[in-house]
DNA sequence: TCGTAATACTTTGATATTCTATGTATATAG
DNA sequence: CTATATACATAGAATATCAAAGTATTACGA
């Protein structure tokens, strides 16, 4: 299992990268996630849908509902135009401190 | 500047990282960071010192006070076995996330 | 030798975050 | 008709965090 402290780094990215690829919704992003770790990363509904509420106030993703015949009512997320400049930045920071930690860990495999 | 999750979620490989390559102590430590991050890290001793003594808690590093003559005492710190073992744990968990991370970039990138 | 800045470590506790638990409701399979 | 999966929502207990304040020594310029 993914420790707590990395799940909250990359809940973010995660989600908007997801978006990115297309419009989903709170169930299916769940399962999406878990099947896109393998399985190490797990999120329970009550974990991931507060975090969609509050990128959806931050502009990031908006919403609609939508009820495809037949089935019950979806609520679907968008990435929007300033979602998708945050994930650049997102993005940024994440390889930053990769870098970060690749000099330390290439420093101290130098032992063989 | 690094988010707050992001830091948090980098702190322990990090300063892990750091003693492994040699002894430190907390003072040293901020600045190294600060340094091989090329100012875009940057703790605060209160944010610091906390979490040195949470993982000597854990048992992850320990330390011993040195009064190398003329200088005022410092706490240095040395990582443990144990601690050598947690590194390795987090590396394994940040590759883990990563790579999720760059299956979803790789893909969202395709449309040049 | 006096004052200031840098070094060095520590702890408290207000603030913010997190996620567990719980609730609602529909669709579907058996 | 019942159990399970799907689908979304939120309160608030529990936890984590970090700014701020405290102590003390050394270095250094005036």
Redesign the interface.
């Known amino acids: 299992m ?2 707590k ?2 799940t ?7 989600i908007l ?2 978006l ?2 297309g419009n989903s919704y709170g169930y299916l992003i769940i399962k999406k ?1 878990k099947e ?2 393998g399985g ?2 797990e999120y329970s509904d009550g974990m991931l849908y507060p975090v969609l509420h509050r990128l959806e106030k931050e502009k990031f993703i908006k919403s609609n509902w939508t009820m495809d015949g037949g089935s019950r009512p979806r609520k679907y997320y968008e990435i929007t135009e300033l979602g998708k400049q945050e ?1 650049v930045h ?2 940024a ?2 390889v ?3 870098s ?2 690749e ?3 290439g ?2 495999s130098t032992s063989t």
Chains 1, 2 share one sequence.
């Open positions: 993914i420790s402290n990395l909250a780094a990359s809940t973010k990215p995660i990268g997801i990115k690829q996630i896109l770790s190490k990363m994930l997102e993005q920071q994440w930053e401190v990769t970060v930690l000099t330390l860990w420093k101290t």
